[in-house]
């Protein structure tokens, strides 16, 4: 769990969380909504509330980019559906976040999902077997929480992580080994 929490704060010091999440919440809402709402109607309850409850896109996906057009994150899903007034329910639902650093780069992976809306962020979670996974480790639960207005996520049930390098989550580099004299 420690190495779970230690994970979560290295991706909240880089700051991807938050804006790939932001990124991918209005993507989806987008996505959902097929346009793009009126400059002084800004926020996810607007976007949401032009979506009828029931509303099912099928085989989504959302890219999202920064200022300079360097693609900050893409969602597919097999299934979007708006279920009610305050939730979007997906399933497949892979979420790709790229960083300038493509070592840093972080894939999520969830079998289904609800995304819970509320004014000054949202929830999403998943009761199924879930997995977010970069090139230096992998961590995979029974179920995945993260609230985006905190930018704080848990994951839980019977939870494994692998760690690939951990010189990389401690900040250490892998220094190279001097080499020995030969006679």
């Known amino acids: 769990m420690a190495l779970f929490a230690t994970s979560l704060e290295l991706l909240q010091r880089r700051r991807l969380a938050l804006s790939v999440t932001l990124g991918v919440l209005v993507g989806l809402a987008m996505f ?6 009126a400059a002084d109607d800004s926020g996810m309850g607007a976007f949401l509330k032009m979506v009828p409850p029931g509303a099912v ?12 057009g360097r693609r900050t994150s893409l969602i597919t899903a097999d299934v979007v559906r708006r ?8 399933e497949k639902l892979v979420v790709q976040m790229f960083n300038a650093d493509p070592g840093k780069d ?8 609800f995304y819970q809306m509320a004014a000054s962020g949202g929830v999403l979670r998943s009761t199924e077997r879930s ?8 961590i995979e639960g029974d179920g995945l929480i993260f609230d985006t207005a905190k930018n704080q996520g848990r994951m839980t049930g019977n939870i494994r992580m692998v760690i690939f390098d951990s010189g990389s989550l ?6 190279p080994s ?3 004299p030969t006679k």
């Open 131 to 138: 997995r977010v996974s970069r090139p230096d480790f992998e």
């Open 170 to 175: 401690s900040g250490e580099g892998t220094s």
């Open 57 to 68: 896109n099928k085989g989504a996906v959302i890219p999202s980019f920064d200022a300079s």
């Open 83 to 90: 279920v009610d007034d305050e939730r979007l329910y997906a």
């Open 106 to 113: 972080l894939r999520i992976d969830l079998k289904t999902a």
């Open 178 to 180: 001097k080499p020995r």
């Open 32 to 37: 959902a909504l097929g346009e793009q709402p």
